[in-house]
């Protein structure tokens, strides 16, 4: 009997191994497995059915809960249908190599698969696959780009490649999208981006989704950043042109932001059609300095700056620098480091010039008022202003361009500087005592010999010209012999430039040396 158990037990172990069953959890594996195949064929079959989809990439969330590897066997795979599942089963999940499978989905050959994967990188804003939206950002599909446009807004780190879009997209309605994005990312990035397009998209629907996401920014920043630059005062004044012509919204942050943005702004080409922009004259270079006269020009760009009325003539008889003075000042505003300044020349005609009917010359008059009243920095130059006082006026009227002008000055909307002779002065606007009080009177007197002298010098030195003072008093002798008929120191230094600008001439085809003036 002893020697019969191991028999029995051998038996035993016979009929076990015979009804051997696998552990439960390969049973379930198993299961999973077929259920899933399953599901596959069922999407395949019924691709029109979402929920056939949504339940196949459910039991591959599921069962890759433990096994990445299945979400990367079916994101390589070569069916699309796979790849889409493995999309939508592994959205969010921060696994290396899900990742790095995922990735590589944004450059799929196929654009509805780049596009499951924008769509999933939207609903999970913080699935760390900046480079993945990047790419998408770029994708040669439309569609997918759009997509892409709204994984990239609440992504901070992709906010650069989103305004990089913006500049170079040609799609109109992605580029509204993308303004529309804009409105609630970095306002560092996307101030500036959307007040460029909004200044030169060609598009209506860009330029108001760019308006209304601007709005949108202003609002929840309260004011325009102090470190942030201002757009360029072209760029705003084409902006307001376009903001008020649109007949949908009103954005009223923005129109205020622009207005007081816009409140100095001088347009030039506006100015241009009432007269001469000395200031544009003097940046070509076209306009003569004036020398010698630091003294006349710090007092009389005091009484300019000073409080209303703010009307300074200078009074003196021809020859006494009275346009130089002028011109001088042109070219210091135009280099102030505070805030450049910018000088019309209007002649009393100018006033008149182009109008057809009675009291038509008043609406130019208020024209031009509005062109260069405060905040704006324009003093209004008018040579011989003692014709204002009687320039307008007919038989049946006596109001005159000076009586005009007159309340505006008063309030210090206009910034006056005129020239006119002692004896013009006091025919003109001095006979009105209500018109005299208004203006300042900077009485200049011809300059004497050495001041003269000083001027002459300045001017060859300015033209970078080597002229000895014995040539230059024999200069002086020349033009008071030959043009006497032209009032100092305008005859001795018109010859000394063109003296100057010989010399200077000789100096580019020698070296520059003294030169060996002989005058007999």
């Known amino acids: 009997m002893h020697t019969s158990r191991p028999h029995a037990a051998s038996a035993v172990n016979t009929r076990r191994a015979s009804c051997w069953h696998p552990p439960p959890s390969q049973v379930i594996i198993a299961l999973v497995n077929e259920e899933l195949q399953k599901l596959l064929e069922q999407a395949r079959i019924v691709q029109n059915q979402p929920d056939s989809f949504h339940r196949l990439a459910d039991m591959l969330r599921l069962q890759s809960k433990d ?16 790849r889409r599942a493995a999309i939508s089963a592994a959205a969010g999940r921060t696994e290396p190599e899900v990742i790095a499978a995922m990735a590589a989905l944004a450059n799929d050959p196929l654009p509805f698969v ?3 994967l924008a769509f999933a990188l939207t609903d999970y804003s913080t699935w760390p696959m900046n480079e993945a939206v990047e790419a998408l950002l770029s994708d040669s599909d439309a569609n997918v780009r759009q997509a892409a446009i709204w994984a990239a807004k609440p992504r901070a780190a992709v906010t650069a490649s989103l305004v990089k879009r913006l500049e170079v997209e040609e799609s109109n309605w992605i580029r509204t999208d993308i303004a529309n994005a804009l409105a609630d990312c970095d306002h560092r990035l996307a101030l500036p981006a959307l007040f460029n397009r909004l200044g030169k998209d060609a598009d209506p629907g860009v330029q108001q989704a760019s308006a209304g996401a601007i709005e949108r920014q202003l609002g929840n920043l309260r004011a325009y950043p102090a470190d942030l630059d201002r757009p360029p005062t072209k760029t705003l004044n084409e902006i307001r042109r376009r903001v008020s012509a649109y007949t949908y919204g009103s954005y009223p942050i923005l129109q205020a932001f622009l207005s007081e943005q816009l409140a100095a702004h001088v347009d030039v080409e506006q100015l241009a059609g009432f007269g001469t922009v000395l200031t544009a004259e003097a940046e070509k270079g076209q306009l003569p300095r004036g020398y010698c006269l630091d003294e006349a020009v710090e007092s009389v760009l005091t009484m300019l700056d000073g409080g209303p009325p703010r009307a300074v003539v200078l009074v003196g008889e021809s020859g006494a620098g009275k346009t130089a003075l002028v011109h001088e000042i042109t070219h210091r505003l135009l280099r102030d480091p505070r805030r450049p300044g910018y000088v019309l020349r209007m002649a009393p005609q100018d006033f008149l010039a182009g109008t057809k009917y009675i009291g038509e010359w008043e609406t130019k008059v ?10 704006r920095r324009v003093i209004l130059y008018i040579p011989a202003i003692e014709e204002l006082a009687w320039m307008g006026t007919w038989e049946k009227s006596e109001a005159s361009v000076a009586t005009a002008l007159a ?10 500087l005129g020239e006119s002779t002692v004896e013009g002065f006091r025919k003109g606007l001095g006979a009105n005592r209500s018109l005299r009080r208004l203006f300042h009177t900077v009485e200049l007197q011809p300059p004497d010999a050495d001041e003269v002298r000083a001027i002459i010098r300045s001017v060859v030195d300015e033209a970078d010209a080597e002229i000895s003072d014995s040539v230059l008093d024999r200069l002086s002798e020349l033009a008071d012999y030959f043009v006497s008929g032209i009032v100092q120191p305008t005859r001795k230094r018109s010859i000394a430039m063109q003296s100057g600008i010989s010399s200077r001439a000789a100096s580019w085809v020698s070296p520059k040396r003294s030169m060996p003036w002989s005058i007999s």
Do not use: C, H, M, W
Not at 410 to 416: A, C, H, K, Q, V
């Open 366 to 375: 208020r024209n031009v008022i509005n062109a260069v009243k405060p905040p």
């Open 407 to 416: 309340p505006y000055i008063e309030r210090g909307d206009l910034t006056i």
């Open 114 to 116: 780049r596009q499951s």
């Open 67 to 82: 096994d990445t590897g299945i979400l990367v066997e079916f994101a390589q795979s070569a069916d699309d249908l796979q």
